[in-house]
């Protein structure tokens, strides 16, 4: 927190959020009550299906990796649940409206739809970012950019610009104007690998209304993106150049299979059949072959690229994690454990004679799940690892077995590198 710049789509999600409590409507309808229908931005909405009901309305292309053929790419139909952060599907004309709003201080049609201090707010910079094209390339023209409440200012070429864009799979798009000057530009693209253009366009655009000499920013990025397209291409040729050859993976490849879940990420889901691993998550779905050791590997698929799991196993050698490299992190996936009958839970609940005779006490509660009670000491919450094996929250070596016998509990084993001992149930 606060040592760098990391754009976090998911706190405008949290923004928007804080709109629906405050107001008592959904975002959408605040949206539109108090924005949308002010600014007479008709033809806007929020999703996919709204959208292909328009006449003339957008398809996404984009280009393929190794070659300059365009093909076509699905839409991304799953931004209902951080909807603040992009959902809004608008046209030229009606973003027009908007920009109109931005330039005169909240006015449209003579009439205040947006506070000007609110406005004047989202010009402040707040976040200082560096001068990277500048230092690294020598592309001089756009200067201390830094992010604000929203929109993100930078001087262009001596002119203050303000400005943000929007991107999902084959569409992006730029709001941006010149506050001193009262001149803005909206640019939408078609194709991921033309994004950058929303800015080339830009600038382009106020160069020449500014009546300054162009720069050449086509020929600059265009020599750039074709030397990263064939660096890439280069690349994928070796990705198999730090296999450990004639390896083996630890388990059996069924041990692997399992719903594995991470706290942000949701569940990466891991399926065993015909001989082979499949991997799952959030709707990308394809064969995991083994690499070496742990570590399985997708194909590297044109639209959902190439994924990497490296399993992890617990003290007690079971296959218990699975781990990613995703946006800025490793993210770790914990196996979610079979569901155990509340009725057979109940049935651990009692208490259990240490050989020393000391009583200790198992409780069950539907909210809290199980935990040991040591005379003296709080509740010791046990997490189920599977079967009627339970795991300490705190070492992962130590763990703890109720013994059944003929659908009775009978005692409980604690197991730890040290050694195992039983206690029967009273």
């Excluded at 931005?102 to 201090?117: C, F, T």
């Excluded at 798009?173 to 001149?183: L, R, Y």
């Excluded at 929303?198 to 020929?219: A, C, F, H, K």
């Excluded at 059949?273 to 399985?296: A, G």
Aim: net charge negative; hydrophobic share 35%; proline share 6%.
């Amino acid at each position: 927190m606060r040592q760098t710049f990391l754009y976090n789509n998911l706190m405008f999600a949290a923004v928007g959020y804080m709109i629906e409590l405050q107001s008592g409507k959904t975002w959408e309808q605040f949206v539109r009550d108090r924005i949308l229908d002010p600014l007479d931005m008709k033809a806007t909405g929020y999703s996919i299906d709204h959208m292909v009901k328009q006449p003339e309305h957008g398809v996404g292309y984009t280009e393929r990796r190794d070659s300059f053929e365009l093909y076509k790419i699905p839409y991304y139909e799953d931004i209902e649940g951080v909807a603040p952060c992009g959902a809004i599907v608008s046209n030229i004309n009606d973003l027009s409206h908007w920009l109109i709003a931005l330039m005169n201080d909240g006015k449209y049609n003579g009439k205040q739809v947006l506070p000007a201090e609110v406005l004047k707010q989202t010009l402040q910079p707040a976040i200082a970012l560096p001068n990277v094209a500048a230092e690294q390339r020598g592309f001089w023209e756009v200067l201390n950019s830094a992010y604000g409440m929203g929109r993100q200012t930078a001087a262009y070429r001596g002119h203050l610009m303000t400005f943000h864009g929007g991107d999902l799979p084959g569409f992006h798009s730029q709001i941006s104007f010149m506050p001193k000057e009262h001149i803005g530009v909206v640019v939408f693209i078609v194709g991921n690998h033309t994004a950058p253009l929303y800015n080339l366009i830009s600038y382009n655009v106020y160069e020449r209304l500014l009546g300054m000499d162009e720069t050449p920013w086509i020929q600059r990025m265009l020599d750039i993106r074709l030397k990263g397209k064939e660096a890439s291409k280069q690349a994928r040729q070796k990705a198999d150049g730090g296999r450990v050859p004639n390896t083996k993976p630890s388990h059996a490849l069924a041990e692997y299979a399992g719903e594995y879940e991470n706290p942000a990420y949701g569940v990466m889901k891991i399926a065993y059949k015909d001989n082979e691993l499949l991997f799952d998550f959030h709707k990308i779905k394809m064969p995991l072959m083994h690499f070496h050791y742990d570590r399985f590997d997708t194909a590297d698929d044109e639209e959902n690229g190439k994924w990497s799991v490296n399993f992890r196993t617990n003290p007690q050698g079971d296959v218990q994690q699975g781990v990613m490299s995703l946006d800025e992190a490793e993210a770790v996936f914990t196996r979610k454990p079979e569901t155990l009958d509340p009725k057979l839970l109940t049935q651990l609940a009692g208490s259990y004679e240490t050989p020393t005779g000391t009583k200790i006490q198992v409780t069950y509660h539907e909210s809290s799940g199980v935990a040991l009670v040591v005379p003296g000491g709080p509740p010791f919450k046990l997490n189920h690892v599977k079967g009627m094996k339970f795991g300490s929250p705190r070492f992962s070596d130590l763990t703890f077995e109720f013994v059944m016998e003929n659908g009775q509990v009978k005692a409980l084993k604690q197991s730890a590198p040290d050694g195992e001992i039983s206690f029967p149930k009273k």
